[in-house]
Every structure is written in C-alpha cells, then in structure tokens.
C-alpha cells in the first residue's frame, strides 16, 4: 500500500513537472530540473562504467524529493547488470535486488530518486530502448557515455508524464557538489 502511494506521489511529482516544463516552454524558457549529487557518488558512478566496459553498468540513485524542480542523491547503490544477452548495449536490474536496495533506502530515510547506467563506445544521449524501458516517473536516469574505457560525458534526464503512452525524457542539469 505505502508502496503504491509512493508511486502516486512520483505520478504527480511528474506530471507537475510536465505542466510546469510547458509553461516554461510557452514563456520561451526551459524547465529548471536539477538533479544535486556530490562530486564522490557523481566519480563512483562514472567510474563504475569504466570497470564495467566494454559491457553497460548500471545502479540506483538513492535521495530525496526536494521539491518538483530538485532531487538530491545522497548515495548511489552498483547494481549487476542481468542482460547477459547483449551486455555491451543493454542492462537489466534484478527486480530482487531492487527491491532490496529501496528497502534498506528507506530505512535510511532515502527513496530511489533515479538511475543510471553507461553508454559504452555511444553518445551518453537516451535510447528508444531506454525510454521503452523507463518506468519510474519522476525519476532521473543518468547516462554516461564510456569511450574505449574512459568516462566521458555524464548527462541526466527526467522521465516526466502522466502514463506509459505520454512518457518522455527532458534533459535535467547535474549540479554537482563538493
Ligand atoms: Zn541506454
């Protein structure tokens, strides 16, 4: 029950976030999304993708709402990547493990407010198959882009909408702290 509240709050988090980016878009400007991680979890998860490559790597970001325009990430947890079909161009997250990783969240007082995973020897842009397999709205999915083994570009997008059929990616600025 607290379960499907949650994703209640996330569906209108997310829809707010969507009547708000089309104001701004009317008014000529670009939704002010942000999401806040330190400078420590922001190298871990990029650092992740290196020792993953050539296959994706992928994680939760674990934190808090701020508010419909901010999300703080105050932990990242390293997932395994299941895909062991297509490693190099896909991940999967064990919904076991998921479920684990927001249990232990909560306990901390910490909701999963994202994802991410990595792009090897690919632009760190969202593919069709990642907004295909996004669910989670609200929630940002950092994306960074791994070139012969180096982390590259890191960028995050916030899967925003109402339902499946209208579901889209904005771009979302990284603030990243000390
Ligand atoms: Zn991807």
Not at 125 to 152: N, P
């Amino acid at each position: 029950m607290r379960f499907r509240r949650k994703i209640f709050e996330r569906k209108i988090l997310a829809a707010r976030i969507i009547v708000a980016s089309a104001g701004y878009r009317r008014k000529g400007f670009i939704a002010k999304q942000v999401l806040k991680i330190s400078q420590s979890d922001y190298d871990a998860l990029r650092q992740h993708g290196e020792e993953t490559y050539p296959h994706e790597c992928c994680g939760v970001l674990l934190g808090n709402f701020v508010d419909e325009n901010a999300k703080t990430v105050s932990r990242i947890a390293r997932c395994a990547n299941t895909r062991e079909d297509s490693p190099h161009n896909r991940y999967h997250i064990d919904p076991k493990e998921l479920i684990r990783i927001q249990r232990e969240g909560r306990e901390r007082g910490e909701d999963i407010v994202g994802f991410y995973h990595s792009h090897p020897d690919h632009p760190a842009r969202w593919s069709t198959t990642d907004l295909a397999e996004a669910h989670w709205f609200g929630c940002s999915y950092v994306i960074t882009s791994v070139e012969k083994g180096k982390a590259m570009i890191s960028n995050s997008f916030a899967l925003v909408g109402l339902e499946e059929r209208d579901k889209e990616f904005m771009d979302e600025p990284l603030q990243i702290s000390i």
